[in-house]
């Protein structure tokens, strides 16, 4: 009995001291390692404050007369670094202006250059022009979607002038193909975007389209231009289909600090609509751009879409622009979507997106003779100031090369 009250006991001792072992190590592992004091640490207990005592040194000192006090003549250097914690207020960007960018940008066509302007030079610098040729012309204009009945036009009047012209040089050859691509493509249409109401209300514009064909960069970046230019703008998220639609057009708005007006995801495009150019009245301003969706897959859908959110915006007041945006890779493609359109709204101008990523630059004539509407921007890179106003002479000079 003895021998296992002892056995008890001495277990007992063993794990109590264990335990504390435990607890001490986990202890330690909690302190934080502190340094050994250089020297001894006293101080006195605080004095145990009396009745009439300050709560706290008083702040103001006794006054000084301006001239008892010495300024300092060197300044001297914080002994520790000062850390000052602020919110910075979102850096507002200035756009690039828009005037020439088209020119600046030409090197972003220089896939079309090769296929269209420089296949077209090299063909009709030929000794013989004979059929095969001119068939060959024929296909290389196709081929860059020039379109049917463009691409004959251009090839009957290119072999009468090239005729009558009898020996040809490249500089003369040169002109005559700039002269006629430039007859094509229509000089003299208006592609002024047009933001200006003539009345007290803002310039509405209503960016339209197939889901990404650049719809909402296209209208992010035109709102820079418009900034750029001095205008005030708010932006109406309309596109409700694309989640994140409204979120991408909003972060183009900030960087250049515009506004923009949403509403819930899968929410009324009409409603958004209505509400952006009201508040674009109530503020004063300039322009208003609304995104509108176009993933919409029968034709009366999209009409009855885009058809409500016209009607609600013109309780305000008129729309001055509707562009419709086209991918310029899409090539037929893009020509059956802008009939479509064409039947659905009246569009008065067009935006040929992605020029930069595809060799068919001929499909700027195709649409335009399509719609019987001017291209009025193009996008030639996903770059924000990659938005050029169309200009047909710049446009067919970087076609062509220098
Ligand atoms: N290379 C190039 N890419 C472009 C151009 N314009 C737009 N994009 C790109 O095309 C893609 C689609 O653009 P979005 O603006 O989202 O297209 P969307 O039509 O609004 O589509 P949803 O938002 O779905 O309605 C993005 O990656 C853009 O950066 C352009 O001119 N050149």
């Not at 639609?245 to 009324?268: N, S, Y």
Request: overall charge negative.
């Amino acid at each position: 009995m003895e021998i296992v009250i002892l056995a008890v006991v001495i277990a007992v001792v063993v794990f109590g001291a264990l335990g504390g072992l435990v607890v001490g190590s986990r202890r330690k592992k909690r302190l934080p390692p502190q340094a050994p004091p250089a020297t001894p640490d006293i101080t006195a207990p605080p004095a145990e404050p009396h009745v009439g005592d300050e709560a706290e040194t008083p702040r103001d000192e006794a006054r000084r007369t301006i001239e008892e006090v010495d300024l300092p003549l060197v300044e001297t250097e914080p002994s520790a670094p000062v850390v000052e914690e602020f919110v910075r207020a979102p850096e507002i960007e200035v756009p690039e202006p828009t005037a020439g960018r088209l020119v600046r940008l030409r090197a972003r066509l220089s896939r079309s250059q090769n296929a269209l302007g420089k296949g077209l030079l090299t063909l009709l610098s030929r000794e013989h022009l004979d059929e095969d040729t001119w068939e060959e012309v024929e296909d290389t204009l196709l081929t860059a979607d020039v379109g049917v009945q463009p691409t004959q036009e251009l090839v009957e009047r290119l072999r009468e002038r090239v005729k009558v012209l009898g020996t040809r040089t490249p500089g003369e050859l040169r002109g005559l193909l700039r002269e006629e691509l430039l007859t094509l493509l229509v000089p003299d249409f208006d592609r002024t975007v047009n933001t200006e109401s003539g009345l007290d209300t803002p310039g509405i514009v209503m960016v339209v389209g197939v889901n990404g064909t650049g719809k909402t960069t296209t209208t992010g970046k035109l709102a820079r231009v418009l900034v750029a230019d001095g205008k005030n703008v708010v932006l109406g998220a309309a596109d409700t289909f694309r989640a994140a639609a409204a979120d991408q057009l909003q972060t183009w708005g900030e960087r250049v600090g515009a506004r923009t007006v949403r509403g819930p995801e899968g929410g009324d495009p009409a409603s958004i609509a209505f509400d952006a150019v009201k508040e674009g009245i109530q503020e004063g301003a300039d322009v208003v751009l609304i995104d509108t969706a176009g993933r919409l897959h029968t034709k009366t859908g999209l009409m009855d879409e885009l058809g409500k959110v016209k009607r609600v915006v013109e309780k305000h007041a008129p729309l001055d622009e509707v562009l419709l945006v086209l991918d310029a890779t899409t090539g037929q493609n893009g020509l059956v979507q802008a009939r479509v359109f064409a039947e659905v709204v009246d569009i008065t101008g067009i935006v040929l997106t992605k020029l930069d990523g595809t060799a068919k630059g001929g499909i700027v004539i195709a649409v335009q003779r399509e719609l019987g509407v001017p291209v009025k921007l193009v996008g030639l890179g996903e770059g924000a100031d990659d938005l050029a106003p169309f200009d047909p002479e710049a446009f067919v000079d970087a076609l062509l090369g220098d």
